[in-house]
């Protein structure tokens, strides 16, 4: 992920569909994706590339994940199924902290 920030890698995890009853939605799958260039997942998700938000433009913030991007990333979680029948999904990113050391 040349054009991407060090470190950071991204994950597609799915929350149930309803929320309990504090409003919070629970997380029922997380898979973390295969690396892939930053730039394809700014064109899958309408991204301007150039944006001045660095949050915008890395893509720093969860997105919502509707069914012709699931199927687009599906090859990148290493086997399993991005159901957005059964789970709401959002693109996640995190920092792996034992890359970092």
């Known amino acids: 992920m040349s054009d991407d920030l060090e470190g950071v890698k ?3 995890a799915g929350y149930k569909k309803y929320a309990k009853e504090d409003g919070h939605h629970v997380l029922e ?3 973390e994706l295969k690396p892939m260039e930053l730039s394809f997942l700014q064109e899958l998700f309408d991204v301007d590339p150039e944006d001045p938000d660095p949050a915008v433009r890395f893509m720093i913030r969860p997105l919502e994940i509707n ?3 699931a199927k687009a990333l599906e090859p990148f979680v290493q086997g399993q199924q991005i159901d957005v029948e059964k789970y709401d999904f959002m693109l996640e990113c995190f920092v792996d902290e ?3 050391e």
Do not use: L, P, T
Request: aromatic share 8%; charged share 35%.
């Open 67 to 69: 069914a012709k991007q």
């Open 10 to 12: 991204r994950a597609v």
């Open 29 to 31: 799958v997380d898979y």
């Open 98 to 100: 034992q890359d970092s």
